[in-house]
Antibody, heavy 118, light 108 residues
Framework: EVQLVESGGGLEQPGRSLRLSCAAS????????MHWVRQTPGKGLEWVSG????????DYADSLKDRFTISRDNSKNSLFLQMSGLRADDTALYYC???????????WGQGALVTVSS | EIVLTQSPGTLSLSPGERATLSCKTS???????LAWYQQKPGQAPRLLIY???SRATGIPDRFSGSGSGTDFTLTINRLEPEDFAVYYC?????????FGQGTKVEIK
């Protein structure tokens, strides 16, 4: 059974940093690209970042590329999102999502809530 | 960036009725790189349809997708109680991947 479990969310002050993790199991992690997608009541679902199966290629939403860094550790079946310079509008539920062979998100985690507030 | 516009915002229907959800894209999407997801309260989105019309594994055949170019449709035949949820379309033809704002299917 595929499982994606996010962790590392919480309350952080504006300007600070936070690192999200996603622990994957139930599939061959190093065969699949992985993405982060966030959700807010106001803006809905927003793609954040993606990384290739081997970690060589990454992609970011234009508005986030200077502050967010995606990475993965295939030896530990883990995906990460390093967020710096946090702003109030980064407040969201952050999902990690597995990229299926058809190029869509075939599995999602339950999300990690990030709240940015002083 | 490709903008996806879903309509209606809310669809009020009774169990057993048919739901027709629309998703229009600001640019033509090649090879029908259009997906549909279902999301229930407190849950992550679940993949329903990819490639505009292919059902994901385990999705009942009352769900069907159609369309091409800039106009896409998700149809749910004979609504079951568990189908009342929010539905999102998403394009994955290019970066950034973008989502529609969602259509809520609620019980009338």
């Amino acid at each position: 059974e595929v499982q994606l479990v996010e962790s590392g969310g919480g309350l952080e002050q504006p300007g600070r940093s936070l690192r999200l993790s996603c622990a994957a199991s139930g599939f061959s992690f190093d065969d699949y690209g992985m993405h982060w997608v966030r959700q807010t009541p106001g803006k809905g679902l927003e793609w954040v970042s993606g990384i290739s199966s081997d970690g060589r290629f990454t992609d970011y939403a234009d508005s986030l590329k200077d502050r967010f860094t995606i990475s993965r550790d295939n030896s530990k079946n883990s995906l990460f999102l390093q967020m710096s310079g946090l702003r109030a509008d980064d407040t969201a539920l952050y999902y990690c999502a597995k990229l299926g062979v058809n190029g869509v998100y075939d599995f999602w985690g339950q999300g990690a809530l990030v709240t940015v507030s002083s | 960036e490709i903008v996806l516009t879903q309509s209606p915002g809310t669809l009020s229907l009774s169990p057993g009725e048919r739901a027709t959800l629309s998703c229009k894209t600001s640019q033509s999407i090649s090879s029908s790189y259009l997906a549909w997801y279902q999301q229930k309260p407190g849950q992550a989105p679940r993949l329903l349809i990819y490639g505009a019309s292919s059902r994901a594994t385990g999705i009942p055949d009352r769900f069907s997708g159609s369309g091409s170019g800039t106009d896409f449709t998700l149809t749910i035949n004979r609504l079951e109680p568990e189908d009342f949820a929010v539905y999102y379309c998403q394009q994955y033809a290019g970066s950034p991947r973008t989502f529609g704002q969602g259509t809520k299917v609620e019980i009338k």
